[in-house]
Nanobody, 126 residues
Framework: VQLQASGGGLVQAGGSLRLSCAAS????????MGWFRQAPGKERELIAT????????SYADSVKDRFAISRDSAKNTVHLQMNSLKPEDTAVYYC????????????????????WGQGTQVTVSS
């Protein structure tokens, strides 16, 4: 499976961006999907997940009520709608796929994700 992330950019605080993650390859397999981010000097942080096949979502407290993850199965694409952006949201954002085991929620540890996109930079100016 190959993942291609896109949609990052420079935005002012309070603005919005929509990230996309397009999957290609063995997409007939079922995967839980996650969005992570990593700011300079910080560890990679899980911010949102969407489970297969339930579509159940989860969010980090830092982005809850501002970000929304969604899945377009017909297009093998996962989106991350980011609203009310803050300077502390500045980071490289990565999408990742984990083979689904039917758990209630997808895994939280980066090591549990098998496939990764290349990352897209999000910069929020104050």
């Amino acid at each position: 499976v190959q993942l291609q992330a896109s949609g990052g950019g420079l935005v002012q605080a309070g603005g919005s961006l929509r990230l996309s993650c397009a999957a290609s390859g063995r997409t007939s397999s079922v995967y839980d999907m996650g969005w992570f981010r990593q700011a300079p000097g910080k560890e990679r942080e899980l911010i949102a997940t969407i489970a297969w096949p339930s579509g159940r979502t989860s969010y980090a407290d830092s982005v809850k009520d501002r970000f929304a993850i969604s899945r377009d199965s017909a297009k093998n694409t996962v989106h991350l709608q980011m609203n009310s952006l803050k300077p502390e949201d500045t980071a490289v954002y990565y999408c990742a796929a984990s083979p689904s085991d039917g758990a209630f929620y997808p895994p939280r540890q980066p090591a549990s994700y098998t496939y990764w996109g290349q990352g897209t930079q999000v910069t929020v100016s104050s």
